[in-house]
């Protein structure tokens, strides 16, 4: 009783040629070829002195010249194929949302800038809304890719006011709602995305959340810190919990009283008057500081170290610090987006960093500004209309996309909405380039820049349409001495 097979018989066979043969496959070289090629080749050493000694002076001159001329600074050949036009790639919609008249009020690209997330609600509509809404993503990278059905459609109770991906994971997704909370879903939860969410508490906003920012937590596990800010007046800062619960780690209050006099806030006259928050941009060389727009019409310079505490006692888990340091010149009307630039810092004296940022709002300007001082750096009347949204490019110092449109308060009828490419190197006083987003009526409320993939700017509207434009060479490329043109334009004012 053996598993063992029997003993293997082998046997060698020859299977190789063991005849050779060669083949001459070069012509033989000529006896007058070689003579040639071995003889030194004849040469007029006295002229070629005579002529070098003649252009010397010459070559030399223009050598000198070439050294100390800037013209080819910070030139790279680019070798890649030159697009010339900006084209829509793709014009994604919901119908269902669509079929509800509901408006695309957030767009945002995950982590590997494959995927596009928008969020729909109303944000012309100023009465408490009940009414179902949706967060919804596409993945453009997908064969098959359908316009008009998303990969995913999460089923929001209320209208979702704002969204954003988490900057290192691809599948997390935080999003402020009507009603104040802030939800986080995992798009790779298919049955219940929900993994975190604020819930109704007294920490919980009281007004709409208009934005929401992840910020990198020093926990090495942690997702990070979320952020979010309203109209109530508070920002808000979330961390996870493990029973699915968003618990406030900390928080900010923008009392009226305590904004520095420079910004005139006749609104806000007397009592405890909460200042309504619509945006928020972080700085990127300090994480400590950032910049709030407000309903009064100013942009605030906050820190996040802040000590001192707001002067109203609302009934939170967590003291409310007030963190305005600085008011910037306000604009015509209510400040709808602020934006710091990814590119310039600038070291001042000890410790003080130079930043710059955007912001824009209801009367139709772009100011750009200095952290560090109240006036603007630039005014631009970019539009006769609303400007709901303005952008920084994350790989060209001078370029910024606005999003315009006609505003409700308006008696005019609507007009079609554009999503506008200022280059400030090509002019400070009008746009390069204004792309119509909506053929009807209604505005552009919101657009991204993709980060990984910077020819690609999606845009929302009115109509409850994203539109992926396809950005060409000349707003993708930085040019020579950008950097350098934005840093004289800081420091004709801070020297």
Request: net charge negative; charged share 20%.
């Amino acid at each position: 009783k053996s598993c063992q097979t029997g003993k293997i018989s082998t046997a060698e066979a020859a299977v190789q040629a063991y005849t050779s043969q060669d083949a001459g496959v070069q012509t033989d070289q000529s006896i007058d070829a070689v003579r040639d090629f071995q003889q030194e080749p004849q040469v007029d050493y006295a002229s070629l002195l005579s002529f070098l000694q003649r252009v010397e002076d010459g070559v030399v001159k223009e050598l000198n010249k070439n050294w100390k001329s800037h013209a080819f600074d910070g030139f790279e050949v680019n070798w890649t194929d030159q697009n010339e036009t900006v084209v829509c790639l793709h014009t994604l919609s919901y119908p269902e949302a669509r079929n509800q008249n509901l408006q695309v009020t957030s767009v945002s690209w995950n982590a590997t800038g494959s995927v596009i997330a928008c969020s729909y609600g109303r944000l012309d509509d100023g009465d408490w809304s009940t009414e179902k809404s949706y967060v919804c993503t596409w993945n453009l990278d997908r064969r098959g890719l359908n316009p008009q059905r998303p990969d995913l459609m999460v089923d929001v109770p209320n209208s979702v006011m704002c969204l954003a991906f988490h900057p290192s994971q691809p599948s997390l997704i935080a999003g402020g709602l009507f009603t104040g909370e802030v939800v986080v879903w995992d798009t790779s939860r298919r049955e219940d995305p929900v993994i975190w969410r604020t819930g109704m508490t007294d920490d919980t906003h009281t007004d709409p959340v208009y934005q929401v920012n992840w910020v990198p937590d020093a926990e090495p596990r942690a997702h990070g810190r979320l952020w979010s800010v309203s109209t109530d007046g508070k920002i808000l800062v979330w961390r996870e919990e493990r029973d699915g619960r968003l618990a406030l780690a900390a928080g900010f209050a923008v009392m009226a009283q305590q904004i520095p006099r420079s910004a005139r806030l006749k609104k806000f006259t007397c009592g405890e008057a909460a200042v309504g928050i619509t945006s928020l941009s972080f700085s990127p060389f300090d994480p400590h500081v950032f910049v709030v727009g407000v309903e009064g019409g100013c942009s605030l310079r906050c820190s996040a170290a802040a000590e001192a505490l707001a002067l109203h006692r609302p009934g939170s888990s967590v003291p409310l610090k007030a963190p305005a340091e600085l008011a910037f010149s306000p604009h015509g009307g209510l400040v709808y987006s602020v934006s710091c630039s990814p590119f310039h810092r600038r070291v001042l004296r000890v410790h003080t960093v130079l930043n710059l940022f955007l912001s824009c709002g209801t009367d139709g300007q772009v100011h750009l500004h200095s952290l560090l001082q109240p006036e603007p750096l630039l005014s631009l009347q970019l539009s006769k209309k609303y400007l709901f949204c303005v952008r920084w490019s994350p790989v060209r110092p001078l370029l910024f996309a606005a999003a315009s449109g006609e505003g409700k308060a308006t008696m005019k009828v609507c007009s079609a909405g554009d999503v506008h490419l200022v280059d400030l190197e090509k002019s400070s006083q009008k746009p390069a380039l204004s792309l119509a987003q909506v053929t009807g009526e209604g505005p552009v409320y919101c657009l991204e820049f993709n980060r990984q993939q910077p020819q690609l700017l999606a845009a929302g509207d009115a109509a409850g349409t994203v539109r992926v434009w396809q950005l060409s060479s000349d707003f993708t490329e930085q040019q020579p001495r950008e950097k350098t043109w934005l840093e004289q334009l800081a420091s004709e004012i801070t020297d």
